[in-house]
């Protein structure tokens, strides 16, 4: 539900009738660029790194390319009342309950508000004509905008709005006690990084100084290598997890794959641990399906070759 009227938004962006009537007066030059739009469009939106996962499937996408032209030719309709802000709340609404982040609608407007300044541009060069239909139509890309975003905030206020004073007091100490958590994590995979140096420079140290073959030393340092550049995967990952982003098990996995490998690059160089070797050779095997279980699972969710 809209908390100001339609009349009292077009106020605070001071969207005028002027500005209605210049917009009008762009329409019949802006309809020969609908499909250039779109096209460009879609380019731009297929860079966002997750697009794909949910304009997942040629149905979709060609339903929203249509869509698309539909939003455009309502644009620069010059009618903007009630109606027209309705459509473009429920537009949110739908963007919002699909889980597409407001950063890619905030990011796709930039685009967009770019696309329409460079055919004004090429149209108007660079006029006083150019100056005033530029900023009428950047008042109605803000409010397009503005409505398109609404949803977005007002779920996440009446979501925390439902909670009680007790309830929220939990969700902000929990919240803290988990970001404390992910720091925790950080400063002991810090340590641990620390540690695997030491593990490194211990291999090189044994091999200068003969302790172990030249063969045995530089498998044990590769290993230690391995296992380094797991840690700094993982810690990669923490950072992002703190940052807000989801945390991948695969960075797991791979940890887990670098240990086994190191064992098995040692275990190889004695002829005799044959067993050993054949049962890490198994476990690689299994972290490997499960590796590529998930990587194969992810990639049919989130990539959709266009
Ligand atoms: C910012 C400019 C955008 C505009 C003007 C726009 C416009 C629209 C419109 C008009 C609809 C139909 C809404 C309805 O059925 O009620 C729609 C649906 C949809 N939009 Fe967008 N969109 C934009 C950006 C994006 C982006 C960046 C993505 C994804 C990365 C996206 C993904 C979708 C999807 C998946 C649907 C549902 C399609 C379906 O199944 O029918 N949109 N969009």
Redesign the pocket.
């Known amino acids: 539900m809209f908390i100001e009227s339609f009349e009292q938004i077009k106020k605070d962006f001071d969207f005028t009738e002027k500005d209605e009537n210049r917009i009008k007066e762009l329409k019949p030059i802006m309809e020969k660029y609908k499909d250039e739009f779109v096209n460009r469009?879609y380019k731009f939106?297929f860079k966002?790194p997750?697009?794909t996962k949910?304009?997942?499937n040629e149905e979709?996408v060609n339903?929203?390319r249509e869509?698309?032209k539909?939003?455009y030719s309502d644009l620069f309709s010059g009618r903007y009342d009630e109606k027209y802000f309705e459509k473009l709340y429920?537009?949110g609404?739908?963007?919002d309950k699909?889980g597409?982040p407001t950063h890619?609608?905030n990011?796709?407007?930039n685009f967009?508000r770019r696309f329409f300044i460079e055919k004004i541009n090429q149209e108007f060069g660079y006029s006083r004509e150019r100056n005033l239909y530029v900023e009428s139509l950047g008042k109605l890309l803000d409010i397009?905008l503005d409505i398109?975003t609404k949803s977005y905030i007002e779920e996440e206020i009446t979501k925390y709005a439902g909670l009680s004073k007790l309830e929220r007091k939990l969700l902000k100490v929990s919240n803290r006690f988990a970001n404390f958590l992910d720091l925790i994590l950080l400063m002991a995979l810090i340590m641990m990084s620390f540690f695997v140096i030491g593990l490194f420079i211990y291999d090189i140290y044994e091999v200068l100084t003969g302790a172990v073959s030249i063969e045995e030393g530089i498998v044990k340092t590769l290993g230690s290598l391995l296992i380094l550049w797991a840690v700094a995967e993982l810690m990669g990952e923490e950072i992002k997890h703190l940052q807000g982003g989801n945390f991948p098990i695969t960075a797991f996995i791979s940890v887990a794959l670098a240990a086994i490998i190191r064992k098995i690059l040692i275990v190889s160089l004695s002829p005799k641990d044959s067993k050993t070797l054949l049962s890490y050779g198994a476990i690689l095997l299994a972290l490997g399906i499960v590796y590529y279980l998930i990587t194969k699972k992810s990639k049919k969710e989130g990539i959709f070759e266009h």
């Open positions: 469009l939106i966002l997750n697009a949910y304009l997942n979709v339903r929203h869509k698309l539909e939003w429920k537009i609404e739908k963007h699909l597409i890619y609608i990011a796709t407007f967009i397009n398109l």
